[in-house]
């Protein structure tokens, strides 16, 4: 399908619907919150607790920490 994706490929962007697939050895199946979090550069367990649903929108529409901590080292850079 068009959301699938093997283990060995870069991730699709990842949004607030659970429509994300992993392909192994020719199966499908959805990410777990856990691996949503993670592609998302979340630390392991950020989710634990939270129910599917909500945490699949919370990552989806989340900017990813790796990305925010330098977008706000660049702005702390400059002044």
Same mark, same amino acid.
């Given at each position: 399908?068009?959301?699938g ?8 962007t990842v ?28 630390p392991?367990g950020y989710?634990d607790? @939270? #129910?599917?649903? +909500?945490a699949?929108?919370?990552? $989806?529409?989340? @900017? #990813?920490?790796? +990305?925010?901590a330098?977008?706000? $080292?660049?702005?702390?850079a400059?002044?």
């Amino acid at each position: 399908g068009a959301w699938g994706r093997s283990i060995h490929s870069p991730s699709t962007t990842v949004t607030c619907q659970n429509q994300h697939w992993l392909v192994r050895r020719g199966e499908y199946r959805l990410w777990s919150v856990e691996e949503t979090g993670r592609v998302m550069g979340f630390p392991s367990g950020y989710f634990d607790g @939270v #129910p599917r649903t +909500a945490a699949i929108n919370m990552a $989806g529409n989340a @900017v #990813p920490p790796p +990305a925010g901590a330098e977008v706000i $080292g660049q702005v702390l850079a400059t002044l």
